[in-house]
């Protein structure tokens, strides 16, 4: 055990032969240094670890700070539009949702169903992800629906789009008036029979047709209005003209004088 002078000199200092033992006096004093030593050293430990908490703390509310926020519409009971920063155009169909982050709104997650009218822009592809299905567009109309458990579905109505399963490389190329059925555990989507325009009347306001059966018209109109059931006293007749779906009983007035009928809500 080394002892330095100045430990040295307190003991011959305070030396009386037969009552001091220096040898054991010098341990008590080098042992009184140690607990000192190792009192600093742990504070200087809490000091550290305490010091490392807060830059940990301080490093996760940066980051978590510095991340973009994820945007989200959702319909709830009722049919809600809503325009994303570049300017693309969504309705949603009740119970449905379309959520992006707040630095990219051309790549979004939706569920239910919904009808897009994409801004243009050649520089930057605008993706939709569903639970099921994937659709990159540039710019166009179309509508993805995936309310039906385990299916995916697409309409487009202007424009074209690339429709694949969700993380696939394989898909097909649907334009105007097409329209597709991705099943699960499907390679790829199917297409389907030609769209109807007034499928997606829902969102678009808009009603065409062309010779169309007075039942089918009259159940159109219903679709779009609550579902309220609609008939006529003629339901023979054929019709053909473009309505908006905003006032039914303007359309419906419209309808009674141009095929003289008389329709009622039962």
């Excluded at 809600?80 to 790549?107: F, I």
């Excluded at 329209?179 to 199917?190: D, I, K, N, W």
């Excluded at 679709?223 to 419906?252: P, R, Y």
Aim: glycine share 6%.
């Amino acid at each position: 055990m080394k002892v330095n002078d100045r430990e040295q000199e307190f003991v011959f200092r305070y030396f009386q032969s037969g009552k001091l033992d220096t040898q054991k006096a010098l341990r008590k004093v080098k042992a009184r240094g140690k607990v000192k030593e190792r009192s600093g050293l742990l504070a200087r430990y809490r000091w550290m670890a305490v010091a490392a908490s807060l830059l940990v703390l301080l490093a996760v509310g940066a980051y978590t700070l510095l991340q973009p926020k994820t945007i989200t519409h959702a319909s709830g009971s009722e049919i809600m539009a809503c325009h994303l920063p570049d300017g693309t155009l969504v309705t949603l169909s009740p119970h449905s949702s379309v959520s992006y982050q707040e630095d990219n709104c051309r790549k979004v997650e939706m569920e239910g169903c919904a009808y897009f009218q994409v801004k243009h822009d050649e520089q930057h592809p605008f993706d939709v992800d569903g639970e099921r299905g994937h659709v990159r567009v540039l710019g166009t109309q179309f509508m993805v629906d995936e309310r039906k458990a385990g299916t995916a579905e697409v309409m487009v109505t202007s424009g074209r789009v690339f429709f694949s399963a969700r993380d696939s490389q394989k898909g097909i190329l649907l334009t105007k008036g097409k329209r597709a059925r991705l099943v699960t555990g499907a390679e790829q989507p199917e297409l389907q029979a030609s769209c109807d325009v007034n499928d997606v009347a829902w969102a678009t306001h808009q009603l065409h047709f062309e010779n169309t059966p007075l039942p089918e018209v009259l159940r159109r109109l219903s679709e779009c209005n609550g579902g309220v059931d609609l008939h006529a006293s003629d339901m023979s007749k054929h019709l053909t003209g473009d309505f908006t779906t905003d006032s039914l009983l303007q359309a419906i007035k419209i309808i009674e004088q141009t095929l003289d009928v008389r329709i009622t809500a039962r």
